[in-house]
């Protein structure tokens, strides 16, 4: 597979300021100042929907490209998505939409893959549009995949690879998937940074569907699986 040969972007990531400060916070190991001004940003009518796209998400995106350019650690990198991931689960409550669409999704890490921050995202969005959600997590099998399939029965199931190097995963995943349901497989979304590179890829490895970040994954995902639903 010549397309999965695509590698991570290397160019600085432009931060609004809120987001810089963030990171900052973090990189100096002031976790609990990072999550004041998150806090603070909030009383002052950010919504969680807009933190998420505007703030972790990029800030995510930064320190991946900083840790690929050897500016920072991996115990840095995994400092702040520990940190970004124990607020998102502070936040929780306040996501669940009491609104309910009847859709259900499961997600997953392709594989090894141990970048679930950005798949985690993608899942709250869905949950803050009504959706039900069931994350697996990260090296997951294609026989505990197709059992939550069975399981759960969704109408999506999204896989995300944030390294090159998993995406034949992704699409080894896909095929199971396909053979496994033959007359009534799911829909399936792939999403992360090989996608967002080559934005053909997720045709290549068998996808229904593909989004650069969780905003457009719900939207996208909507307009498959239920097109005609009222917002």
């Known amino acids: 597979m010549s397309d999965t040969t695509a590698i991570c972007s290397q160019e600085e990531i432009v931060l609004p300021d809120l987001a810089r400060r963030y990171l900052a916070g973090l990189l100096a190991g002031t976790r609990e100042q990072a999550y004041q001004l998150i806090r603070d940003a909030l009383r002052g009518g950010l919504s969680i929907r807009d933190l998420y796209i505007t703030i972790f998400q990029p800030v995510q995106y930064e320190i991946g490209r900083l840790w690929l350019i050897n500016r920072v650690s991996i115990a840095e990198e995994n400092f702040c998505t520990a940190a970004t991931q124990s ?33 985690r995202m993608v899942t709250d969005f869905f949950e803050m549009d009504g959706w039900d959600t069931w994350f697996i997590g990260s090296g997951v099998s294609s026989e505990q995949l197709i059992a939550a399939i069975e399981q759960r029965k969704p109408d999506l199931v999204a896989l995300s690879a944030t ?51 969780a905003d457009q994954a719900v939207q996208a995902a909507n307009d498959m699986v239920c097109p005609n639903r009222e917002v």
């Open 163 to 213: 390294m090159t190097y998993h995406v034949p995963k992704v699409q080894e995943l896909i095929a199971v998937i396909k053979k496994a349901f033959p007359e009534n497989a799911p829909r399936i979304m792939v999403g992360g940074m090989p996608f967002n590179t080559v934005p053909e890829l997720w045709r290549t490895v068998g996808a229904d569907l593909w989004a650069v970040n």
């Open 87 to 119: 607020f998102m689960l502070e936040l929780y409550s306040e996501i669940l939409s009491s609104r309910r669409s009847g859709k259900k999704l499961v997600t997953a890490c392709a594989g090894s893959e141990t970048h679930e921050l950005g798949i």
